[in-house]
């Protein structure tokens, strides 16, 4: 899985199994945590976002986990597709005075074999 | 999302010549970023304008101004580009007091400095 700090990560999965993507947070001031999706030529679309009151939270096909313990933050996406192929990072929002920008992870690289 | 807009998507330009980046939403929000992206770097914030009137640096601002022209209007120049600033350079739109605070990213510009 990605930290918000490693190189990139990959992870290949054949077409209808599930896939989990990690993430690593380094600030356990952080409050507010988003999903991107980045398609290769486009630029980072929102998945899905959790705040840290919260310890799970779902979307269509994909379920966004959040263990404040270990600082951990994952993606579970359903019945993965080939359209799913992307980089996939996890951003974290800091509360207090810097909450006004995110802090992104590199992302992992998600391939679904057909 | 066709609610960020991005002007040029692609550019080659030679070294100490001024390049200016444009960036117009349609989503009415008044915070707007701009970032770079550099395999393996993730992410990085260059400028951030809350409004109108409101510039600060991010980051990596050195070699970068911006000029925030309208609400719907925000632009990055390198005033002379080096190599190093060779990247996929976003703009990124929040609405201030939304329900979310998620970013909203344009498709990218991607840069060549030679």
């Known amino acids: 899985g990605e930290s918000v700090g490693l190189h990139l990560p990959t992870l290949s999965v054949q077409e209808g199994d599930n896939s989990i993507i990690n993430c690593a947070y380094s600030?356990?001031?952080?409050?507010?945590f988003i999903w991107y999706k980045q398609e290769s030529g486009k630029g980072p679309q929102f998945i899905i976002d959790i705040r840290s009151n919260m310890d799970k939270r779902q979307g269509q096909r994909v379920t966004v986990l959040l263990n404040k313990t270990v600082k951990h933050l994952s993606l579970q996406i359903a019945a993965t597709q080939p359209g799913d192929s992307a980089v996939y990072f996890c951003?974290?929002?800091?509360?207090?005075?810097?909450?006004?920008?995110?802090?992104f992870g590199k992302g992992t690289l998600l391939t679904v074999n057909p | 999302d066709a609610d960020v807009t991005q002007t040029p998507r692609n550019r080659i330009t030679k070294t100490g010549k001024r390049i200016m980046l444009e960036c117009s939403q349609t989503?009415?929000?008044?915070?707007m970023y701009w970032y770079r992206q550099d395999p393996g770097l993730g992410l990085r914030l260059i400028y951030y304008s809350f409004d109108v009137k409101d510039i600060n640096k991010g980051e990596i601002s050195d070699g970068y101004s911006v000029s925030r022209q309208a609400q719907a209007k925000f632009s990055l120049s390198l005033e002379s580009a080096i190599p190093n600033q060779t990247a996929l350079y976003f703009c990124?739109?929040?609405?201030?007091?939304?329900?979310?605070?998620?970013?909203?990213f344009g498709p990218g510009t991607r840069l060549t400095v030679l």
């Open positions: 600030n356990s001031a952080s409050d507010y």
């Open positions: 951003a974290e929002r800091p509360s207090g005075g810097s909450n006004y920008k995110l802090t």
């Open positions: 990124a739109t929040r609405g201030a007091g939304s329900h979310t605070d998620t970013q909203y």
């Open positions: 989503k009415g929000h008044d915070r």
